[in-house]
């Protein structure tokens, strides 16, 4: 059977790309091969599976290899039934695919480009990572998780908000995630963080701490073409 064939996955320990394949696998149940990778010096097993992109993660089941952690979760899905993700409903699918790409294109940028920025640069940044947040404010009102009252293919595409954002509102100085504001995001970071499969799979805060911090002191530093 084609899901019993040996699976694999390389990652970065600090990445939300990878740790969103993580929390899949993981939620159904699915054994794996974990092989760290460093992405600034890397492997000739990364550059000869990952060609096109050169990035993490990619996804190996027996001869098949899959980037792009988006895709690799369709897969995942597709490939284990149990414990679906994606809702059943064609609409409610697409649904789930428009808020997973506006969260990574409007939020996830804009907030890194705040957390590695100055001045105005920085503020403007900021407040449409705010604008975004609005958003996605709107869709989880009444609403335990975004599927309803478990965790699905939304949750885990934007599980990095509930982790990593705060720490680069720390790193970065800024304010984004008010709870006054946001009160049905702040519930469901809160839902999210506690589930047991997302609790005991977290890379360390205070190392992430750290490594966000010099790299945000990196990008801060490069010259402004």
């Known amino acids: ?42 492997s000739s097993q990364l550059l000869e599976l990952n060609p096109v992109h050169k990035l993490v993660p990619v996804f190996v089941h027996g ?8 895709v690799v979760l369709e897969y995942i899905d597709e490939t284990w039934k149990q414990c679906p993700l994606m809702p059943q409903d064609p609409h409610e699918r697409a649904m789930a695919r428009f808020w997973s790409k506006f969260v990574e294109e409007k939020i996830l940028f804009a907030s890194w480009k705040s957390m ?18 609005e958003k996605i404010e709107g869709e989880l009102k009444g609403k335990r998780f975004f599927g309803g009252e478990s965790i699905g293919y939304l949750d885990i595409a934007v599980g990095w908000m509930s982790y990593w954002l705060p720490i680069w509102e720390e790193v970065g100085s800024m304010k984004i995630l008010d709870p006054l504001q946001f009160p049905a995001l ?13 609790k005991e799979n ?3 805060r205070d190392k992430m701490i750290i490594y966000f ?3 945000s002191q990196e990008f801060s530093s490069r010259p402004r073409g």
């Open 1 to 42: 059977m084609a899901n019993a064939e040996h699976v694999k996955l390389l990652g970065f320990w600090a990445s939300p790309f990878v740790r969103r394949v993580e929390w899949a696998l993981k939620l159904k149940g699915v054994d794996y091969e974990y092989i760290e990778e460093d992405i600034f010096n890397k």
């Open 202 to 204: 977290l890379p360390p």
């Open 186 to 198: 702040t519930s469901w970071m809160r839902n999210f963080l506690e589930h047991p499969v997302i």
């Open 213 to 215: 911090q010099k790299r």
């Open 63 to 70: 001869e098949r290899v899959i980037a792009e952690s988006f």
């Open 116 to 133: 590695c920025s100055l001045g105005e640069e920085k503020e403007k940044a900021a407040k449409l990572t705010v604008d975004a947040v």
